[in-house]
């Protein structure tokens, strides 16, 4: 009973929510982009309160040089900010906005190589990465819910549950996440290199990012991609990426933002 049930239940999912990728991958996308948007500002704001904001005015102005060029390829006015956190991080988020934390600027060590990462951060968004995730934990919890309608509350039936539990987040949100991740790395390579930023450079980011320290977990268990895997992926996608780049120099865009 409870696979006939769930079968019907991921057959209406999918038939409710058809997209597909800028790379061309199915996506279940359950939630309007108003509603997403409204989500991303609302969260922005959140994060603005509680982290203080870089008020230096050059690395706000390399920062916004770099990030206005990856923007300037993809339209709308987004807004970005420069969290005073020593954490190599960036994100972006629907509503158009964007924040970059300052340890970042230690790692990535040239435009280029900050290119890389906001142009990775933008594609989550441009891809519908957040809706994408937001819809998997929908339909997760609407999943459990069936389950728990039909499981009797004995031993056996809750040690199915905590089974669904895991095989939902290790079977289904995180596989997905790592897709996520690998395909903004990718489309987020072509954003970049649209601007008119050298495609190259996103392999020595990533070379930074492992020795800026920090084990990570297993690929398996890992919402992100492993590095060594990131950049493999990443080298083959370079000489497409470059003809990208040679198209946007021969149209005049060849940034030149400078840290000071």
Known sequence: MFKALAVALASSLVLMSCATSPLGRQQLVLVSDSQMNEMGLQAFEAIKEEKPIDTDPHTNAYVRCVANAITDEVGGDWEVVVFEDDTPNAFALPGRKIGVQYGLLEVAQNQDQLATVIGHEVAHVLAKHGNERVSQQLAVQTGLSVASAVSPHTASGQAL???????????????????????????????????????????????????????????????????DTRIHDLEEHIP????????????GKNPQCEQI
Do not use: C
Not at 167 to 184: D, K, N
Not at 188 to 210: H, I, Q, R, Y
């Open 161 to 227: 549950m905590a089974a669904l539990g895991v095989g939902a987040q290790y079977g289904i949100l995180l596989p997905y996440s790592r897709v996520q991740e690998s395909e903004a790395d990718l489309y987020g390579l072509d954003l970049m290199a649209k601007a008119g930023f050298d495609p190259k450079e996103s392999v020595a980011l990533w070379v930074n990012m492992t020795n800026a320290g920090g084990g990570q977990p297993p690929e398996f268990l890992s919402t992100h991609p492993s590095h």
């Open 240 to 251: 497409e990426a470059e003809k990208l780049r040679d198209q946007a120099h021969a149209r």
